[in-house]
T-cell receptor, first 112, second 115 residues
Framework: DGGITQSPKYLFRKEGQNVTLSCEQN?????MYWYRQDPGQGLRLIYY???????QKGDIAEGYSVSREKKESFPLTVTSAQKNPTAFYLC???????????FGPGTRLTVT | GESVGLHLPTLSVQEGDNSIINCAYS??????FIWYKQESGKGPQFIID?????DKRQGQRVTVLLNKTVKHLSLQIAATQPGDSAVYFC??????????????FGTGTRLTIIP
C-alpha cells in the first residue's frame, strides 16, 4: 500500500523540549517537503529536500531542523528555539522537485 | 508576498448546484498549476492539475480553467455534494515541473455545501 505517513497524529510537548516529527514515504519520490499550517491559514514551507543528503531552507526555517539520510525518510525536529511551535505540520513528497506533491495526514503539535 | 491568491475566502453553495473557486496568480512564467482539497484535520489531496499549454482540463465532476491572459485559474465542481465541503488551495510552479523545486500555495477558499 503506497503512500506517505506521518506519526504521531497528535503530539504534546512542554515548552523548551525538542521534538521530532516523523515522515516516511514508499512512493520512491526524490523530493520531500515540510509545511506548517496555522488555523485558517495556508501552507508555509519550512524545509525541502530534492535528493538524499541534501536539503534547503524554506520560508520559515528558523527554529527547525531536518535530515535526509534515506530517500524514504525526512524527519523534522522542532527545537526549543521555535518561538511558536504549536501548529499542524504537513509532510509531502513529489516524484521530482516542483511537481505534484502528495501529502501525509499531518501531525498536530501542541506545546504548552 | 505570495504570488498566488484567491478572490473569495469563503463560499457557500446549495447541494446539487455547481461551484466555482477562483485563483489569481501574478507570475506570468508559471506554467504548471494544481488544485488541492483539504478536509478538516487532514492533509491536502490532489484534485486536478493543468499545464500552461492548455486552457481547460476535466476530471470527474471537476473542471479547471486557465486564462493566461489575465493570469486566472478556476476550479469548477459540478453537482456539489456534502463531501465537497473543504478548503480548496491552488498551487503554482513558477517555472514549470523542471526548473523550480517548489510549489507556491494560495491561502485557500473554504467551500461549504448547504444540504
Amino acid at each position: 500500500d503506497g503512500g506517505i505517513t506521518q506519526s504521531p497524529k497528535y503530539l504534546f510537548r512542554k515548552e523548551g523540549q525538542n521534538v521530532t516529527l516523523s515522515c516516511e514515504q514508499n512512493l520512491n519520490h526524490d523530493a520531500m517537503y515540510w509545511y506548517r499550517q496555522d488555523p485558517g491559514q495556508g501552507l508555509r514551507l519550512i524545509y525541502y529536500s530534492q535528493i538524499v543528503n541534501d536539503f534547503q531552507k524554506g520560508d520559515i526555517a528558523e527554529g527547525y531542523s531536518v535530515s535526509r539520510e534515506k530517500k524514504e525518510s525526512f524527519p523534522l525536529t522542532v527545537t526549543s528555539a521555535q518561538k511558536n511551535p504549536t501548529a499542524f505540520y504537513l509532510c509531502a513528497s513529489s516524484p521530482w522537485a516542483g511537481g505534484e506533491q502528495y501529502f501525509g495526514p499531518g501531525t498536530r503539535l501542541t506545546v504548552t | 508576498g505570495e504570488s498566488v491568491g484567491l478572490h473569495l475566502p469563503t463560499l457557500s453553495v446549495q447541494e446539487g448546484d455547481n461551484s466555482i473557486i477562483n485563483c489569481a496568480y501574478s507570475n506570468s512564467a508559471s506554467d504548471y498549476f494544481i488544485w488541492y482539497k483539504q478536509e478538516s484535520g487532514k492533509g491536502p489531496q490532489f484534485i486536478i492539475d493543468i499545464r500552461s499549454n492548455m486552457d481547460k482540463r476535466q476530471g470527474q465532476r471537476v473542471t479547471v480553467l486557465l486564462n493566461k491572459t489575465v493570469k486566472h485559474l478556476s476550479l469548477q465542481i459540478a453537482a456539489t455534494q456534502p463531501g465537497d465541503s473543504a478548503v480548496y488551495f491552488c498551487a503554482e510552479n513558477p517555472k514549470g515541473n523542471f526548473g523550480n523545486e517548489k510549489l507556491t500555495f494560495g491561502t485557500g477558499t473554504r467551500l461549504t455545501i448547504i444540504p
